[in-house]
């Protein structure tokens, strides 16, 4: 199968990594070149990874690489794909500008995939001429060592689509999980209201970041604190999915954190920026 992701992030490099590993053909595509060479990189140090823990050799972490190329244009980069999967930043003007271009320049019978954490597929599908054929595929970060895939139904989403995208996932090692388009998914619908409540708890004085974490490790079995988490998925992002899920949903309960948007408006934004609530050397 050809496939083509677009983004060259984290969860952009991740996709193309799985992808090309089980055998598939991967265009990863992004406007900077930069981020491409910075994601061909990881996704060679990952690999490298993976062979020192006797996942790989040497010669399959050859052949992953080998398998993909990258490109700058969206038009030029999904027109011999079979599957085109679109991994850009959580904003859903960038989505549906990308997803037009895609439905323009992909074959007329490619599938249309979105990795949106939290964004209506129905919504995005609407963007294009061929809603049957759009589909949420959310993977989760790392996405070489994740096994969880939302397979999120649009309204016009056909049962070939879903089937295909299903099978596909299962084939990737992964263990696909049906959801229907609703804000948030099933994934950050249930995890972001817990981790902006553990945010509020450190703006009201409750206990400090460590502690909270501590509890809901020890106490909830969870294997990481929620504020270490939010570290991770980067705050920006976290914020981004509490405002779509306020904004969609409607219910105050889903409100962001006072902190939560002062933290990103000071540019902490967790591990990536080296300082969010915890500080990384």
Do not use: W
Not at 20 to 27: D, K, N, S
Not at 162 to 174: M, N, Q, T, W, Y
Not at 221 to 227: E, I, N, R, T
Request: glycine fraction near 10%; include cysteine; charge should be negative.
């Amino acid at each position: 199968m050809n496939v083509s992701v677009i983004g060259g992030g984290t969860m952009g490099n991740g996709i193309a990594h799985v992808f090309a590993q089980h055998g598939h053909a991967v265009t990863l595509i992004d406007l900077d070149q930069d981020r491409l060479d910075a994601a061909l990189a990881t996704i060679g140090t990952n690999l490298d990874r993976q062979v020192k823990k006797e996942l790989l050799t040497e010669e399959e972490k050859a052949e992953t690489l080998g398998r993909i190329t990258t490109g700058t244009s969206v038009a030029d980069g999904v027109t011999g794909a079979d599957l085109v999967v679109e991994a850009a930043t959580e904003n859903p003007e960038i989505k549906a500008q990308i997803f037009r271009a895609m439905d323009e320049s992909a074959p007329a019978s490619a599938i249309l995939a979105s990795n949106t954490s939290s964004i209506s597929i129905t919504q995005i599908a609407g963007e294009t001429s061929r809603p049957s054929q759009v589909i949420g595929m959310h993977f989760f970060n790392p996405v070489p060592v994740m096994k969880l895939v939302e397979i999120v139904r649009g309204l016009e989403t056909s049962d070939e689509t879903f089937a295909a995208i299903r099978d596909l996932a299962e084939s990737l090692g992964k263990t696909p999980v049906e959801v229907n388009d609703y804000p948030g998914f099933v994934s950050n619908r249930v995890l972001m209201p817990m981790i902006n409540e553990a945010v509020t708890c450190v703006m009201e004085g409750v206990a400090e970041p460590e502690a909270i974490d501590t509890v809901m490790c020890l106490g909830m079995a969870h294997p990481m604190g929620p504020l270490t988490l939010a570290d991770f998925i980067g705050l920006d992002v976290c914020l981004a999915i509490m405002e779509v899920l306020h904004r969609e949903l409607g219910d105050s309960k889903y409100r962001p954190s006072p902190l939560l948007r002062k933290m990103v408006a000071a540019g902490r934004l967790g591990r990536k920026s080296g300082r969010g609530f915890y500080e990384y050397g």
